[in-house]
């Protein structure tokens, strides 16, 4: 059988790594519409999260089989449609993430100096898309709508000592605004309490022990929680009590120099809602935000934020909204549910569209960890194998994998990128790390990497 994975990330890497080991059999083809491999790992994950990043490892290992083709470069939906891979595969699984934002829809919202936390993420991780975003870091306070751990990433990012970014694998350019950004407050705002928070506890600690930043957590946010969490799952009580332990600690007598050090600070903000981005009096640029205060109604992760009536406005220059992706719809030939984000599917197999699959993000939306990620591709992988087993899908030998796929792409001009290809732009990348003494300097043009490769 010819199967295909549309999207290098590791909803891809995980289904055809599945697919691979429990088919003697199967050829797996990956198409990537970037040159560059591994999605989210790559562009999504913090630069100073390394560890995060060892799954690639996995992922090249696959990526060597001898059953395994990749093919970047290729953006299916316009050089190729998803009727045409059908065409030439028995099975096709789409696994291309989440590549738009989640808008706030309240006025305001495109003025200079908001912007939307993946695109600032794409930008310090060298996403092509994102290369020339230019953020304005000129003001003091920065303001993050939502409580989540990409919202805490972004957070530690704009607080982080250089010297400590300087050894990670982000962008030379982004690194070069940051040195002379004047950012040095961020507020972290959420529309719902201390115990509806996203991020984990990992994430939280970090952030607490930042060098030469401090918390300021409001003592008032916390009180009566500890009776509250008392019966709560372990990690969200684990959560809390690190929060309120944060709270209520009194700054201790600390040296003159160390509190000077600490000239950087950060603060959680609760049930406060955005109403309106609040424009500079010449109307171009962001100057605040103007935001309802909440009150909850219900308990635990399903209370809602019901706004009081009462507002107040933030200071701030900066504003990055965090509050989650959307997957796009691919190709008009894929059902697609609009509310959702997400490609209907009941186990991964598209509802109505037999030979048809999906994993990751546009399965089940965008949450989760990368090994959430991986369970749930293993789910849709082993959905595949049934089916290939159980004699659902037509398995014609007309049915060519790229050999029919490549003459479609010649004749529109396109050329894809191996997974050789990716491991010369991947040593060019590491070399010149090495100069700076960082992991990696990555490229952040397109047109680069292909010439590089010699396209």
């Not at 990330?9 to 697919?19: D, R």
């Not at 093919?71 to 989440?98: C, F, I, K, M, W």
């Amino acid at each position: 059988p010819r199967v295909c994975v549309v999207g290098s990330g590791p909803a891809g890497f995980y289904t055809a790594q599945h697919i691979l080991k429990h088919h003697g059999g199967a050829q797996v083809d990956i198409y990537e519409k970037l040159p560059v491999p591994f999605g989210l790992v790559r562009f999504g994950v913090a630069p100073d999260h390394p560890e995060v990043k060892n799954v690639i490892n996995t992922f090249t290992q696959t990526a060597h089989s001898g059953r395994c083709a990749y093919y970047g470069n290729v953006t299916v939906g316009r050089d190729v449609t998803v009727p045409e891979l059908r065409q030439a595969y028995h099975a096709v699984v789409l696994s291309y993430g989440a590549e738009d934002n989640r808008v706030l829809g309240i006025p305001g919202e495109n003025l200079s100096g908001v912007y939307s936390a993946r695109a600032f993420v794409g930008w310090y991780n060298g996403l092509p898309e994102n290369r020339d975003l230019k953020p304005d870091l000129s003001c003091e306070t920065a303001l993050i709508l939502g409580h989540g751990n990409v919202a805490l990433d972004v957070a530690r990012i704009l607080l982080s000592p250089l010297q400590l970014l300087r050894k990670t694998d982000i962008t030379d350019s982004s690194l070069a605004a940051l040195a002379c950004s004047k950012v040095k407050r961020v507020w972290l705002v959420g529309r719902r309490g201390p115990l509806q928070v996203a991020f984990t506890i990992k994430e939280l600690r970090e952030m607490i022990n930042l060098p030469g930043a401090r918390a300021v957590l409001d003592p008032a946010d916390f009180t009566g929680l500890e009776n509250a969490v008392k019966d709560a799952p372990r990690p969200r009580k684990r959560l809390t009590e690190l929060m309120i332990k944060t709270a209520l600690e009194k700054p201790r007598e600390k040296p003159v120099e160390a509190r000077a050090a600490a000239s950087r600070e950060w603060g959680l903000k609760f049930q406060r809602s955005p109403q309106e981005v609040l424009p500079t009096p010449d109307g171009k640029r962001a100057r605040g935000v103007r935001m309802a205060l909440t009150r909850l109604e219900g308990s635990g992760d399903s209370a809602r934020a019901i706004p009081t009536g009462e507002v107040e406005e933030l200071e701030c220059g900066l504003v990055l909204s965090s509050i989650g992706s959307r997957s796009l719809p691919l190709d008009p030939a894929v059902p697609f549910d609009t509310r959702r984000g997400i490609i209907p599917n009941s186990s991964g197999r598209v509802e109505g569209v037999p030979g048809l699959y999906c994993s990751g993000w546009v399965k089940r939306g965008p949450t989760g960890v990368i090994i959430t990620t991986m369970n749930d591709s293993f789910d849709t992988a082993q959905s595949v194998l049934e089916d290939l087993q159980g004699g659902v899908l037509d398995m014609s030998p007309s049915r060519e994998g790229f050999r029919a796929v490549e003459s479609i792409l010649r004749s529109r001009g396109v050329r894809p990128v191996s997974f050789s290809d990716w491991e010369k732009i991947d040593a060019a990348e590491v070399a010149r790390g090495k100069a700076a003494g960082k992991p990696r300097e990555k490229i952040v043009d397109p047109a680069e990497m292909l010439r590089l490769i010699g396209h």
